[in-house]
């Protein structure tokens, strides 16, 4: 059973970066995807960015320009680095996995960080 660990959320102010992190275990196939989606207060949950294990990457539109996500493979650890956040970037950060991009929210989720924009 995969298990997923987020780490690095915090509050920053606006145009600022922010680093997110996640440990994956359990984890059982040679090929799979990782990402990350968001709930920000009141809102449905947005799918954020995602990586396949060959390095392809998604983005939502509205992080394009601004988040990086990258892998390392070897230590089972996915990134998200969050430049020139913006207020409406505010919200629970969640790292998910699972065998294909395609169905990702279906998978496994971590229990989230938070992830605060403010001046």
């Known amino acids: 059973q995969v298990q997923l660990q987020e780490s690095g959320g915090g509050s920053v102010q606006p145009g600022g970066s922010l680093t997110l992190s996640c440990v994956m275990s359990?984890?059982?196939?040679?090929?799979?995807?990782m990402g990350w989606f968001r709930q920000a207060q009141g809102r449905e949950r947005e799918e954020v960015a995602s990586i396949y294990t060959d390095g392809r990457t998604n983005y939502a539109d509205s992080v394009k320009g601004r988040f990086t996500v990258s892998q390392v493979i070897a230590k089972n650890t996915l990134y998200l680095q969050m430049n020139s956040l913006q207020s409406e970037d505010t919200a629970t950060y969640y790292c998910v996995q699972d065998r294909f991009c395609e169905t990702l929210r279906f998978g496994a989720w971590g229990q989230g960080t938070q992830v605060t924009v403010s001046s």
């Open positions: 359990g984890n059982d196939f040679t090929n799979y995807c």
